[in-house]
């Protein structure tokens, strides 16, 4: 496929575009993905018009949902259609709805044609392991999708047990909580006034996930609050504007209504906001452990350890359980309760002829 490039001309290759000419003698361009439904891509092939429209389709495009009749009953390719038909599924917000559909959809072209029932432990935890050999996280992703499946295929009769419970998660599938000097490292190197400082600033002191801070606009700020629906658990959130971020907000010159544009004026999909922060990170010397949802762990980590309730820390992630919450604090928690006990140790008797050893 051609694509312009300032003056040159210049072939490129991109995975899922069809090209085709139109019985009008248009040229029309799609991503095409097998299971999932067309997306037209307007544009001329490396404008940013086209180049943020295929980065959309390559994030979220959407499923071909199966029909019931295409899997025989008892297969585990049957049974990813009726637990997507039932309430389990559709209770889960939108965004978790489309992560899910990646994960079964990955798993049903492999294994939709085994019998669910079938299914052992040691099955279930080769699965894992294979993709957990490169890709801790998604190994994570995939075993809680898998589990909740199976969830499912026990309370509708299909399996008596569970095979995915007692599979422990892969350590390395959790993103890096940035410490305290890698915060600074990044600040010293950004200035305030920098798209670079205001992408930080924002996923920092909002707390919030990169999808959720890649869809912000000017409009979501109000009466120096930011109010936003979370796509993940659709929650409604009101966030205080810290000082550090008004500064970063105020510092950047508007370039249309997203709060982070691109050099259109239109908002950074997803993926190119993530790209761009990892670039950033890069160029500020930090390491490759940085990355863009750390600093969401990291707000939570540094509330936690200035003594936030697990309410309060709930009260800016917007996460809809507790549990998830307790991770931030425990730490921090053990450290203040260490001191607050060694302190209840009576004071040594001091002698003066010894001397402390260094």
Known sequence: MTAVMGDCVVNIRLRYVNEFVDRHGKPRRYFRRRGFKPVPLPGIPGSIEFMEAYQRALESAEPIKEKRTQRPAGTFGRLVTDYRASAMFKNLAPKSQQTYDKVLNALTEKHGHRIAADLTPEAARRIIERIGAKRPAMANLTASVLRRVMSYAVKTGLRRDNPMVGIEKYRGGEHHTWIDEELAT???HWAVGTRERLMFALLLYTGQRIGDVARLTRSNIKDGEIHLVQQKTGIEMTIAIRPEL???IAAMKPKGLPLIAAESGRALAVGSLYQAMVKAIAAAGLPSRCVPHGLRKALLRRLAEHGA???????VS??????EVERYTRRAEQASLNRAALDLLPAPARSKNRKLQT
């Open 246 to 248: 008004a500064e970063a």
């Open 318 to 323: 917007g996460h809809s359980t507790l549990a």
């Open 309 to 315: 309730t697990t309410k309060q820390l709930q009260a």
């Open 186 to 188: 990044y600040e010293a």
